[in-house]
Each structure stands twice: as C-alpha cells, then as structure tokens.
C-alpha cells in the first residue's frame, strides 16, 4: 500500500461530506441498495450519518450492518480519471445518551439545518466501523488501503473552543481564508471543525475542507497555522508525503 495513496484517500474523505451508501436490500434479498447520505467525521474519524428510522436503508441495516459508502470527487469532467473512494464498513447506530449528544454537537456544526429534522422526526445517529478501503486514484492507480481512519484529538471541548473563538472574534481571518482558497463568498463563512490536517468551513449549506501547510498536533500548532494562514498571500502547499 503507498503512503501517498492513503493520504488522498484519507483528504478525500475528508472534503466530500456525501456519499452513496451502499446496504443489502431486505425487501430485494441479494440486490445492493443505494441511497446518498450527507456525513461528517466523529471523534474516531469514522463517518458519522444521521438516518430516517423508516428509510430503507436503515432497515436494511438493521437486518444486515454490513455496507459500503462510496466517496467521489464532486464536479470532476472525467470521474474515471479523479479520485474515487469504497470505505467498507459495518455500520451501528449510536445508543448511549452522551454519546448521541456528542454525536448531535458535532453532526450540527456541519448540518444545521439537521437539528429541525432530527428532533421533530425519528432519526437516528449511525457510524461507519471501517473494516478496509478501496482507493482509486486515477487510471491504474488502485489500492486497497487499510489504515485511514484517523481519530481527531481536538474533538470535544478544545476543537469546540476553538470554533467558537474563531467565529465570535475572527470572521476577517476566515474571510481571507475563504479569499485564498477561491471559495464562494456570497454568504459569510463558519468554521465547522477542525482537524490535525486541516480545517472545516460551512459556507450557507455548502462545506469545504481547507488544509493546513503541516499537521497539527495541538492546539498551539492549530493557532499558528491559523495565524500564518490569515497573513498568507497564497495558499500554501501541503507538506510532501514518502510515498
């Protein structure tokens, strides 16, 4: 398995937040079934879905919890020459309350409009267990790569912290951050997340992932990368990976 390739597979995942999740079909017994479901990643970096108790796919795996997401690249001209994604996965919905509650803090920052639907409806938290990965990075590029989930050792009150900072008392340093990537700036943006990697940004109901020149591993290196990106006059590339 190349490094290089676990590494594009892992920043695709990051920065698609949809999917197509593939289940087995109760009502069309040896059929796979389906369905695009919006995602963000929990505190493990697996997937995390907030699904319709009576949606088929979440019969579907109540009956059988095996199932794939497949993760595309998004407005590419040629899918067969970008990079692709199959993440199998045995997927099980969240029970404990606080788990649900972490689950729900976090699903929201992502999906706002979520919270109506999820409290007025019956909805349910579900994540997707990895169990190995298929990466497809172009033509022959193929992979199978089995270490890409990554947990996020902000999650919780430090990355919460730090969302709320940035939005309450730095919407110029998001604005230029939105400015350098050449993002959409009809609406204000928001930070959503951040991980070691990089940082997430909600643009109305849009969602872009930014990375940052280097990992991060505490919050002191995630405020100087913020720092230096918001003097920035580019968008710095990522660091190179051995392949």
């Not at 190349?2 to 920065?15: C, F, G, M, P, Y």
């Not at 695009?36 to 019969?59: F, K, M, N, W």
């Not at 070691?196 to 020149?213: A, D, N, V």
Request: net charge negative.
């Amino acid at each position: 398995m190349s490094v290089e390739a676990a590494k594009h597979a892992r920043e695709l995942l990051l920065k698609e937040y949809r999917g197509v999740l593939s289940t087995h079909s109760k009502a069309m017994p040896g059929f796979p079934f389906g369905s695009v479901v919006p995602y963000c990643l929990d505190e493990q970096g697996r997937p995390l879905i907030l699904i319709s108790r009576i949606a088929q796919h979440t019969h579907n795996l109540q009956k059988d919890p095996k199932c794939s997401l497949f993760v595309g690249e998004r407005e590419a001209d040629d899918v067969q020459a970008v990079g692709r994604l199959t993440y199998l996965a045995q997927a099980h919905k969240l029970e404990d309350s606080a788990t649900v509650e972490s689950a729900a803090e976090r699903y929201y920052r992502y999906f706002p409009e979520s919270q109506s639907y999820h409290t007025a409806h019956d909805f349910d938290f579900w994540v997707l267990e990895p169990v190995r990965h298929r990466y497809i990075g172009g033509f022959g590029a193929i992979h199978w790569v089995d270490q890409l989930t990554l947990a996020n050792p902000f999650a919780g009150k430090a990355e919460i912290s730090m969302v709320e900072h940035m939005n309450a008392d730095h919407g110029k340093a998001i604005a230029h951050y939105v400015q350098l990537a050449g993002l959409p700036n009809a609406e204000p943006a928001q930070l959503a997340g951040i991980d070691t990697e990089g940082m997430h940004l909600r643009i109305g109901q849009g969602l872009y992932w930014l990375p940052f020149p280097q990992v991060c591993n505490t919050p002191t290196q995630v405020r100087e990368a913020l720092v230096f990106l918001a003097h920035a006059e580019s968008w710095p590339k990522k660091a190179a990976v051995d392949a």
